[in-house]
């Protein structure tokens, strides 16, 4: 992998606002030492975009706007609306015009309580939550016993098990035989404790996939059936390996509620219904099925004055999966994209090309909101200079791939010089990179030929702690970094629009694949416009 560093060096703030430094002094600690390089001066214009990042951030307000106020924004559910509504009176409040584009149409639901407890062998509230899109127990409280998946010979005896799932909850997770985190055991445990819960974990997923196996049906099928005979709900844990963490994502039981357990409340359960004890539960779900509803991108442009039909798209998807609020995705995304045009349009309110807000719906269920703009606006996908997304938690910014272009090197390099070293400094580069194959939006771009780039961000336990989690919330947000990311795309932003003519989109000639064959570029994907057989 490439690196590449670009030198400034700042006084005060988050990145600070002097124009030419002592290379000798750097008050917050961006340079001492190791990063004293040569002085260097910031053009005027991104002078002001550090300034009004540092001094009049807006960052904290958009934050517990959406998050905390509208909160998770599940395609087809209430909260989605929110956002899109929130995201275009924030814009228009600004001055930057905006519109809700619709482009297709989702199951519409709301989510209501979940009362989840115990009640034999004893009282207890369990942690859980109904997953999305989830049926209700219609305002009754339902009590039942919990049962676990049999562990059966062949396909024969699960269908002579069936009948017996009539009236219960039943659990059709592996049960995790430890609630520490790999981390934690590397720290505190002995070699031989480490090796063999390693054991016993490697063991029992072997025999839970082999439990799964015998029935003799896939394990996204096994709710439907459950429900179908009678079941009374469908009970899982999907463990993200940290301390409190599970990964909420949708039902797949059409008449009867889908609840995730914690992984310590999940494992109790399954260990009473083991030894005999028939532990019962009882249940409160009040969500709504709200019918198809439509769903929205919400676009928003400042309006370029020299090339107002070329275009610099910032990126972001508003949606997100409903365990938690959304924070880190892609909320983080989302404010600083929306942070990035509040300045670029009080500090440079007539660029020479349009500058172009997408924040997209749907990006969970397969970037349905991108690549629907992409199919719905060829003009401007024809006409773009580059495509900046933010998607991957509330980190700075740590690399940056050309995403397969020849010439990316060049411009990608010439707008990075513009940026503060402090931003820069540690950002590795690779050219020209491979394209995206649809881990997020800017892969839809990169589908059409357009040059679009991922902005991606340094970790924080994002994949294991927040990415769709139940703790994916406000107080895991880094403001700090929050800050360069928005100083990062803003100055990018700024230079691509101001380019004298649109940057070289040449593809570089992809490498074998693993099968021997020449590698192609990804094609153009149809989005999901309903949600009907999701």
């Known amino acids: 992998?490439?690196?590449?560093?670009?030198?400034?060096?700042?006084?005060?703030?988050?990145?600070?606002?002097?124009?030419?430094?002592?290379?000798?002094?750097?008050?917050?600690?961006?340079?001492?030492?190791?990063?004293?390089?040569?002085?260097?001066?910031?053009?005027?214009?991104?002078?002001?975009?550090?300034?009004?990042?540092?001094?009049?951030?807006?960052?904290?307000?958009?934050?517990?706007?959406?998050?905390?106020?509208?909160?998770?924004?599940l395609v087809g559910t209430p909260g989605m609306t929110r956002a899109n509504e929130w995201a275009l009176a924030k814009f228009e409040s600004w001055g930057i015009s905006a519109k809700n584009q619709k482009f297709g149409e989702w199951k519409g639901w709301e989510r209501g309580i979940s009362h989840i407890d115990m009640v034999t062998p004893r009282v207890k509230s369990l942690a859980g939550t109904q997953l999305a899109w989830s049926p209700s127990t219609k305002g009754k409280t339902v009590q039942a016993e919990v049962i676990a998946l049999p562990d059966v010979k062949d396909s024969i005896s699960f269908k002579n098990w069936l009948p017996g799932v009539k009236g219960k909850f039943v659990m059709i997770s592996m049960p995790q035989p430890t609630g520490r985190p790999d981390h934690n055991w590397a720290e505190f445990g002995t070699k031989e404790s480490i090796e063999k819960m390693n054991r016993s974990r490697d063991s029992l997923t072997v025999?839970?996939?082999?439990?799964?196996?015998?029935?003799g049906v896939s394990a996204n099928s096994i709710p439907s059936l459950l429900e179908e005979a009678g079941a009374a709900g469908i009970l899982t844990s999907n463990w993200s390996k940290e301390f409190g963490a599970n990964k909420i994502f949708g039902a797949r039981s059409y008449k009867v509620p889908s609840l995730d357990i914690s992984l310590e409340d999940y494992g109790m359960l399954y260990?009473?219904?083991?030894?005999?004890?028939?532990?019962?539960?009882?249940?409160?779900?009040?969500?709504?099925?709200?019918?198809?509803?439509?769903?929205?991108?919400?676009?928003?442009?400042?309006?370029?004055?020299?090339?107002?039909?070329?275009?610099?798209?910032?990126?972001?998807?508003?949606?997100?999966?409903?365990?938690?609020?959304?924070?880190?995705?892609?909320?983080?995304?989302?404010?600083?994209?929306?942070?990035?045009?509040?300045?670029?349009?009080?500090?440079?309110?007539?660029?020479?090309?349009?500058?172009?807000?997408?924040?997209?719906?749907?990006?969970?269920?397969?970037?349905?909101?991108?690549?629907?703009?992409?199919?719905?606006?060829?003009?401007?996908v024809e006409n773009t200079q580059a495509v900046f997304n933010l998607d991957n938690g509330t980190g700075r910014v740590e690399r940056i791939n050309g995403s397969g272009f020849v010439h990316a090197y060049d411009f990608i390099s010439r707008w990075?010089?513009?940026?503060?070293?402090?931003?820069?400094?540690?950002?590795?580069?690779?050219?020209?990179?491979?394209?995206?194959?649809?881990?997020?939006?800017?892969?839809?771009?990169?589908?059409?030929?357009?040059?679009?780039?991922?902005?991606?961000?340094?970790?924080?336990?994002?994949?294991?702690?927040?990415?769709?989690?139940?703790?994916?919330?406000?107080?895991?947000?880094?403001?700090?970094?929050?800050?360069?990311?928005?100083?990062?795309?803003?100055?990018?932003?700024?230079?691509?629009?101001?380019?004298?003519?649109?940057?070289?989109?040449?593809?570089?000639?992809?490498?074998?694949?693993?099968?021997?064959?020449?590698?192609?570029?990804?094609?153009?994907?149809?989005?999901?416009?309903t949600g009907v057989g999701y």
């Not at 025999?207 to 029935?215: E, K, P, V």
């Not at 910032?314 to 404010?335: K, Y």
Request: net charge neutral; glycine share 8%.
């Open 1 to 73: 992998m490439k690196r590449t560093n670009f030198t400034y060096i700042l006084s005060k703030g988050i990145l600070g606002c002097a124009l030419v430094l002592s290379f000798a002094l750097v008050e917050n600690g961006f340079a001492q030492g190791r990063f004293q390089q040569e002085n260097q001066v910031l053009e005027p214009i991104v002078q002001k975009i550090v300034a009004e990042a540092n001094d009049h951030s807006q960052l904290e307000s958009l934050a517990f706007e959406l998050l905390d106020v509208v909160g998770p924004r």
């Open 207 to 215: 025999l839970w996939n082999n439990r799964i196996q015998a029935s």
């Open 271 to 380: 260990r009473l219904a083991e030894k005999g004890i028939k532990p019962k539960i009882s249940v409160e779900t009040a969500s709504k099925d709200l019918g198809n509803v439509p769903s929205f991108n919400t676009i928003a442009e400042i309006k370029g004055t020299e090339f107002p039909n070329e275009y610099v798209i910032l990126s972001a998807h508003l949606d997100s999966w409903e365990g938690g609020s959304g924070a880190t995705d892609n909320g983080t995304g989302t404010i600083a994209m929306m942070e990035v045009a509040r300045i670029l349009k009080k500090i440079l309110p007539n660029p020479k090309r349009t500058i172009l807000i997408g924040l997209w719906g749907s990006e969970e269920q397969g970037l349905n909101g991108s690549r629907s703009f992409v199919l719905d606006n060829p003009e401007i």
């Open 416 to 529: 990075m010089a513009a940026v503060p070293n402090a931003v820069t400094k540690d950002i590795k580069t690779e050219f020209p990179g491979s394209p995206g194959g649809g881990g997020s939006d800017h892969s839809s771009f990169v589908a059409a030929g357009v040059p679009a780039f991922m902005l991606s961000s340094l970790s924080w336990g994002y994949f294991s702690n927040t990415w769709h989690t139940n703790l994916d919330t406000y107080d895991k947000l880094v403001f700090d970094d929050l800050k360069y990311n928005v100083i990062l795309t803003a100055v990018m932003t700024y230079k691509a629009s101001e380019e004298p003519q649109l940057v070289n989109r040449e593809q570089r000639v992809l490498p074998l694949g693993r099968d021997g064959k020449q590698g192609v570029w990804p094609p153009i994907r149809q989005p999901r416009r």
